[in-house]
T-cell receptor, first 109, second 114 residues
Framework: GQNIDQPTEMTATEGAIVQINCTYQTSGFNGLFWYQQHAGEAPTFLSYNVLDGLEEKGRFSSFLSRSKGYSYLLLKELQMKDSASYLCAVRDGDYKLSFGAGTTVTVRA | DVKVTQSSRYLVKRTGEKVFLECVQDMDHENMFWYRQDPGLGLRLIYFSYDVKMKEKGDIPEGYSVSREKKERFSLILESASTNQTSMYLC?????????????FGEGSRLTVL
């Protein structure tokens, strides 16, 4: 089976930085994804890592260490609109994506 | 703009009813997926289809079936709805090929079974 763990909730202040960790134990690995999901809306794609290292995209960065089965999503210069759930997902074959339970981030003024 | 459309945002059904959830994508994607999303459990894969008329079981297929007669349409069927199938159902699609990344999701269908 697949085991993908991430914290349930995190709270941070507007303008701050938050790091959401994700650890995984899966039968295969073909890439790790992060999605953002606002309440009542569809998940939307944020980032994709398949090689070790850091991928930066504006205020968001994602890191992967395949040997450690570990990733994190870094959100910088937090804004109120960043309040959402963040989903870590691992592709363990050609097609399937297995998701963690998601981390709810609350940004406070 | 890419679009995955699910036919119903909210449904209320009775135990034992047959339920159809429809999903249509306009991106000519080969792969389509049905997930259910429950608090604390995240998204769990029910079924997926990598091409027309092809289907594969996901992690929790029991109690569900699917149909993919046309490339753009992927239907989820609950033959006899039960209360434990009350959930948010999300359809998604993506291009063929393992290197192709992201899934595009529909808005979701919230099903309540009484």
């Amino acid at each position: 089976g697949q085991n993908i763990d991430q914290p349930t909730e995190m709270t941070a202040t507007e303008g701050a930085i938050v790091q959401i960790n994700c650890t995984y134990q899966t039968s295969g690995f073909n890439g790790l994804f992060w999605y953002q999901q606002h309440a009542g809306e569809a998940p939307t794609f944020l980032s994709y890592n398949v090689l070790d290292g850091l991928e930066e995209k504006g205020r968001f960065s994602s890191f992967l260490s395949r040997s450690k089965g570990y990733s994190y999503l870094l959100l910088k210069e937090l804004q109120m609109k960043d309040s959402a759930s963040y989903l870590c997902a691992v592709r363990d074959g050609d097609y399937k994506l297995s998701f963690g339970a998601g981390t709810t981030v609350t940004v406070r003024a | 703009d890419v679009k995955v459309t699910q036919s119903s945002r909210y449904l209320v059904k009775r135990t034992g009813e047959k339920v159809f959830l429809e999903c249509v994508q306009d991106m000519d994607h080969e792969n389509m997926f049905w997930y259910r999303q429950d608090p604390g459990l995240g998204l769990r894969l029910i079924y997926f289809s990598y091409d027309v008329k092809m289907k594969e079981k996901g992690d929790i297929p029991e109690g569900y079936s699917v149909s993919r007669e046309k490339k753009e349409r992927f239907s989820l069927i609950l033959e006899s709805a039960s209360t434990n199938q009350t959930s948010m159902y999300l359809c998604a699609s993506r291009e063929r090929g393992w290197e192709a990344g992201e899934l595009f999701f529909g808005e979701g269908s919230r099903l309540t079974v009484l």
